[in-house]
């Protein structure tokens, strides 16, 4: 399996919900990653998570909270979220975080697209 | 500062035509190098990376790119497009060094025309 599944691949939200994105890999990687991609622009970089610990946050508001529950699942919780977070959320898998070429090989999934209204 | 270059916001070729993405990078030393892919509404593949050796790198679906470190660049080839061959292509680079996150470029957007 060579595969980042990522569920649901779209999702509607009020600004008053809380939902979830989930993202899955079976590869036996050891570093997950969330990723914001606006239209036109390329991925920004939220979160990290090495061997299921936080290593990374890119000062991310705290209406978005990860969750690594096993090194094979990686959840974005989603609260009071705005409009201008509507956006395709990628999520995304390595080897490892750090040093290393293995590290910095990423999988992506094929993402979930997010709105707010 | 650390940054990653795409000149080319769109660049529209013909069916059959060679292509040439550019990309430049500004780091105190070489990083690793890769070409990622995204079709609309999916998410990034990656096409190929540099991380060592032999300067010219083949990648999947026919593409292939060149590193030159006396021009900081790591240019994306192809040479002939096919029409599924339209897409967004990003470059990215790393420290070696590690436990930095990869860096992207801003996106070249590729339309292919009959």
């Known amino acids: 399996d060579t595969e980042v599944t990522q569920t649901p691949k779209h999702l509607v939200m009020g600004m008053t919900n809380k939902k979830s994105l989930k993202c899955e890999q079976h590869?036996?990687?050891?570093?997950m990653y969330w990723y914001k991609q606006k239209a036109k622009k390329p991925p920004e970089l939220m979160f990290v998570y090495s061997y299921e610990k936080l290593s990374i946050n890119e000062s991310v508001p705290s209406r978005f909270s990860p969750e690594c529950p096993n090194s094979s699942l990686l959840n974005l919780h989603l609260h009071a979220l705005q409009p201008e977070d509507s956006a395709l959320y990628l999520c995304a898998s390595s080897q490892e975080w750090g040093a290393g070429a293995g590290a910095n090989v990423l999988t992506f999934g094929a993402g979930s697209r997010l709105t707010v209204l | 500062a650390q940054s990653v270059t795409q000149p080319d916001i769109h660049i529209t070729v013909s069916e059959g035509a060679s292509l040439e993405l550019r990309c430049n990078y500004s780091?105190?030393?070489?990083?690793?190098l890769f070409w990622y892919v995204q079709s609309p509404g999916q998410g990034l593949q990656l096409l190929l990376k540099?991380?060592?050796?032999?300067?010219l790198v083949q990648g999947i679906k026919g593409f292939e790119a060149e590193f030159k470190r006396s021009q900081s660049s790591f240019n994306l080839r192809k040479p002939s497009v096919h029409w599924s061959d339209a897409a967004e292509y990003f470059c990215?680079?790393?420290?070696?060094?590690?436990?930095?996150?990869?860096?992207f470029g801003k996106g070249t957007r590729l339309s292919v025309i009959a």
């Open positions: 990215a680079v790393v420290l070696i060094s590690g436990n930095t996150p990869l860096v």
């Open positions: 780091y105190g030393a070489t990083p690793y």
């Open positions: 540099y991380f060592s050796g032999d300067t």
């Open positions: 590869m036996g990687h050891r570093a």
